[in-house]
C-alpha cells in the first residue's frame, strides 16, 4: 500500500512539472491537469483506508478482553501413598552346624539347598577314640559290677560270725563300707559309659528343625572339630521369613508422630500390613507384619531397625536374599492438585492461585508427590476452598482472567486406577 501511494506522488509531481513547461501545448496541459486531478482523488482515497485501518488496530488492542484459564477448587480427598525401604530376608531361625567332638567327616547325608525334617541324619564323624571309650566303659562296668558281687558276698559272710560273736562287729562294718565302695565304683563307671555314649553320639549330626541346607564347606575326609572357624552347614527354618528394614531418625520422628498409639508397637499395629517386592520386583502374595528389630538408634549409622514377619509356606524366598518392604499409608484429607499446574523458581515450587476479583497471584507451596508422580499432596501454602489456575504456564501474577472450573471427580479419577 505505501509503495503505491510513493509512486502515485512521483507521477503526480511529474504531471506538475510538464504542466508548468512552457513549450508544452495548451491541449496537452488540458489532459495533464485531468490526469493531475484523477491521481489526487486516488491518493486521498488511499489516505482514508491507511488511516482507517490504523485506528482499528489501536481500538483491538484497548478493547483486549480476559482468557480463559481452567481452575480447580481444591476439596479434601483420600489418597494412598507408599514407601519403599531396601531389605534383607532371613529364616525363622537360623542355626549353625557345628561339630562337638574332633575327628574326620565320614559321611555326608543331605546335598546343599536340600528340605530336611527335624531329626534327619546330615552327617557323620569319625574316631576311633570315641568307639574305643565306649568298650573301655562297658568292661570296667563288667569289673566294678564283680567287684560288688565280691563285697556282697563279704558282707554275707561275716554277718552270721558277727552274731556268734565270733568275730568283732568291726569286722562286718568294715565290710558293709567296701561293699558301699565297690557300687560307688560301679556307679561311676556307668556314668563313663553315659559319657562315652555321648560323644560317641556327636559323632553323627542330625537336624534340630525343618529347614533348608546350606552351603556345605567341607568335604568326605576332612578333619573337623568344634573349634573350626567355618560351621559344616548352616540349617534355616524358612516357614517363616524376617524382612530387616531401617528408618532414619527423621523417618522414625515422622512415624512416632503421626501414628496414633501408646507405644512403638501399639502405633506399629496401627500401620497397614507390609507388602513385599521381590528381587524381581513382583510382589509377593503374603502380606506381612511390623515388629521392631531394634529399640535404640544406632549411633554408627543414625537408623533403627524393624522386621516385617511374612509367611512363606512354597519356601520361595531363602535367607539372606533381597527385597523391598512397601508401607502404605492412607492420608483421608489430602489436598491434591495435578504436577503440571506447578512450576519451580530458585528451588522452590509454585502455582498461579486466584483471587476472589479474578486475579492471578502467585503462591509458594510445600509438597510431596503422590507415587505415579502424577499428583502433588500439599503440605503447606493452600488450603481447602482455595482456587488453582491448571494452564497458567504464560501467565503472569496482576493478570485478570476468566476462570473455567473444572469437575474435579474427573480430575482425581486415575488416582483410584
Known sequence: MFAIIVMLLIVGLFFVSLQNNPLISKSTIKTISIIRFYTSGVLAILFIVVFLDSCGEKKTVITNTPKDYSVLTLEPRSTTTFNDFPATMQGENIVEIRPMVDGYLEAIYVKEGALVKKGQLLFKIKNPIYDQAVVTANAAIKIALADVNTAKMDVEKVKPLVEKEIV????????????????????????????ARTNLGYTTLHSPQNGIIGSIPYKIGALVSSTSTSPLTILANTGKVFAYFSWNEKELLSFMSRIVGNTLQDKLNHLPSATLLLADGSEYPEKGKLETASGLISTETGTASFKAIFPNPTGIIHSGASAVVRLHQTINDALLIPQSSSYELQDKRFVYALTAKNMVISREIESKPTNDGQFLIITNGLKKGDKVVMNGSNLKDSTFITPKNLNTDSIYSQLQK
Do not use: V, W
Open 168 to 195: 568283732s562287729k568291726y569286722e562286718l562294718e568294715s565290710a558293709i563300707f567296701s561293699l558301699q565302695s565297690k557300687e560307688a565304683t560301679l556307679a561311676q563307671a556307668y556314668a563313663t559309659l553315659a559319657n
